[in-house]
């Protein structure tokens, strides 16, 4: 079975740190194209950054630019998003997923594999 554990969320003040982890399980995802995507409240599911499976591509949110990174240790099976300089606006369920195919990697429907999410929290 195909599993995706994002760990690593919690509460930050404004201005701090976080660094999010997915931990792949099931199968070898060294091939796959990583996204990760967040969601408020009230609000659709956001694309915020993705990595092409050699790491040699990365692609950001223009919200997140400049203050995330996204990056991964295939050997370990694991993707990571460093989160930096976090706002308040940066509050939302944040879920790793995983896809076949480097097309169209903002929208979320593309993707084949999820994980359950992990809360990030920004207070001011």
């Known amino acids: 079975q195909v599993q995706l554990v994002e760990s690593g969320g919690g509460l930050v003040q404004a201005g701090g740190s976080l660094r999010l982890s997915c931990a792949a399980s099931?199968?070898?995802?060294?091939?796959?194209?990583v996204g990760w995507f967040r969601q408020a409240p009230g609000k659709e599911r956001e694309f915020v950054a993705g990595?092409?499976?050699?790491?040699?591509?990365?692609l950001y949110a223009d919200s997140v630019k400049g203050r995330f990174t996204i990056s991964r240790d295939n050997a370990k099976n694991t993707m990571f998003l460093q989160m930096n300089s976090l706002k308040p606006e940066d509050t939302a369920v944040y879920y790793c997923?995983?896809?076949?195919?480097?097309?169209?990697?903002?929208?979320?429907?593309?993707?084949?594999?999820w994980g359950q999410g992990t809360q990030v929290s920004v207070s001011s």
């Open positions: 997923a995983a896809v076949a195919s480097w097309v169209a990697v903002t929208i979320p429907e593309r993707y084949d594999y």
């Open positions: 099931g199968r070898t995802f060294s091939r796959d194209y």
């Open positions: 990595i092409t499976w050699d790491g040699g591509i990365t």
